[in-house]
């Protein structure tokens, strides 16, 4: 019979196929262990488009569980410069599924280029993703996959950090939800001292990543200065 497939059935996700209660859109990235899907709502619900994370037909166990810790990130944080979580859930063959705020938008550098942006303006932009990862770090929360791709900026010159698929949250995370011990103080892994997650690696570097992902902004700007 005509009418939406849900993806447990044995075929790859297509359009019009049913995960959860959501109808699939059109694809809107790929990873190598999933895709990322624009997707709405396909009960009597308001309308909301989404950004819907599936597994491939092929998945296994690993695949679930960083799917679950991505959830478990993703929900403690709310900031305005994260996209936000909004529902996870199995399909029809329990495969798991995560649905974030879909945001419209393009990758940073790209957004610093094709606006011809001058110093002042890119680094308000780099501003944005400071804070939102420094509000990760304070949740004991690393991205690790800090990349152009994973920054969009909006058409209201707003950034939203996307993707925490491979994130770690600190082994030394407080007991407490919001990641504060008894006195109400951040306990910081020394890695979250760190721009990346190689001990090793000079502090300076992932300053310097970060300004090259802003279109050349290491270069217009002497690191004397900043």
Known sequence: PNGPRA???????????????????????????????????????????VALKLPRLTWGGRFAERLARERDIVAALEHPHIARFLDAGLDQAGRPWLATELVEGEPIDAYCARHGLDVDDRL??????????????????IHRDLKPANILVTAQGQVKLLDFGIAQASAR??????????????????????????????????????????GGLSA?????SL
Request: hydrophobic share 35%; glycine share 12%.
């Open 7 to 49: 993806i447990g059935e044995p075929a790859n996700a297509t359009a019009g196929a049913i995960v959860g209660p959501y109808r699939l859109l059109s694809e809107i990235g790929e990873g190598g262990m999933g895709t990322v899907w624009r997707a709405e709502r396909a009960d009597f619900s308001p309308r909301r488009e």
């Open 124 to 141: 308000a932009l780099l501003l944005q993703v400071c804070d939102a990862v420094a509000h990760a770090h304070a949740r004991l929360v």
């Open 173 to 214: 995370a407080a007991r407490t939800r919001d990641g504060a011990d008894a006195g109400g103080r951040a306990r910081a892994d020394p890695r979250l001292r760190q721009p990346g997650t190689d001990p090793g690696r000079p502090a300076g570097d992932g300053k310097r990543r970060l300004c090259d992902w802003c």
């Open 220 to 224: 217009a700007v002497r690191p004397t």
